[in-house]
């Protein structure tokens, strides 16, 4: 493979297909790449698979990458959620950045009681999510929600998603227990920020019909290793690590 750059091109791909290049991507190509007229590219959509492209016209501003072969099948991306709430900027981002890794289809910042920051730029943070993907060789690029109250996303739940709540107060009291997840079974994971949850939120969590504690093991973790922690639980017995 002689191509160095993989891009996510929100345009159809496919044999013969010519993608148009804008100013941004030209000065990263053509500019910090230095691409030549010929070089190879590894392109992705999110829909079409991965396509080996060659730079047909590499100018300043635009450019044009012409589609050869595809090199990877569309893979549909594991039917799992990531709920959490957003934490100081490095470490939401680090979050971001190691649920597209590890394997989400939806990221889901959610506001609760103890939420330390509201901010979320999710124009910012789907542009994270597009790096991260293009570093990791995935073909699906996750749906980059923006942030919403929990008690609203609970509310608004759809119906046949289990919910797996990283329940802090099981910590040391209940196994790390991977067998409670189930391939094919629509799921989400929901972590919370550094102060946990509320007395009021988890007495409605556990309320909630849909809604299974999980224990992440005997240590308290902290918010961005439990989102990974539970990832990989889920991905290990559950997702496309199988
Ligand atoms: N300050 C809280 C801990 C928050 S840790 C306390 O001392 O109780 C941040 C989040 O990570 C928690 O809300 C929970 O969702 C998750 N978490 C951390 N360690 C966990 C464990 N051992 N089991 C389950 N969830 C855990």
């Known amino acids: 493979m002689d191509a160095k750059v993989r891009l996510y091109v929100d345009q159809p791909l496919g044999a013969g297909q010519a993608v148009a290049v804008g100013p941004e991507q030209a000065s990263y ?41 595809q090199t990877r099948p569309q893979m549909l991306p594991p039917d799992l959620w990531l709920l959490f709430s957003p934490i100081r900027k490095e ?51 996750p749906q980059v929600a923006d942030v919403q109250p929990l008690t609203q996303v609970l509310a608004d739940w759809p119906a046949g998603r289990l919910l797996f709540w990283a329940d802090e107060a099981l910590a040391g009291h209940a196994p790390a227990l991977s067998g409670v997840f189930a391939a094919g079974q629509p799921a989400a994971v929901l972590v919370g920020p550094e102060g946990g949850f509320s007395d009021d939120e988890k007495a409605r969590l556990r309320a909630l019909p849909f809604v299974r504690p999980i224990s992440l093991g005997p240590r ?22 199988r």
């Not at 392109?43 to 079409?48: A, H, I, S, T, V």
């Open 91 to 141: 470490r939401t981002n680090f979050i971001v950045e190691k649920a597209v890794e590890l394997g989400v289809s939806r990221v889901v910042p959610v506001t609760t009681r103890f939420t330390q920051s509201e901010r979320w730029r999710q124009d910012k943070q789907l542009a994270h999510a597009i790096e991260a993907a293009e570093q990791c060789g995935a073909t699906h690029l």
């Open 220 to 241: 308290i973790l902290r918010a961005e290793t439990a989102a990974i922690a539970a990832l990989v639980l889920w991905q290990s017995s559950a997702g496309d690590w």
């Open 29 to 69: 190509l053509f500019s910090v790449m230095r691409l030549p007229v010929g070089a190879g590219v590894l392109l992705f959509n999110g829909r079409d698979g991965e396509w080996l492209a060659r730079v047909v016209d590499a100018g300043k501003r635009r450019g044009a990458l012409l589609c050869e072969t």
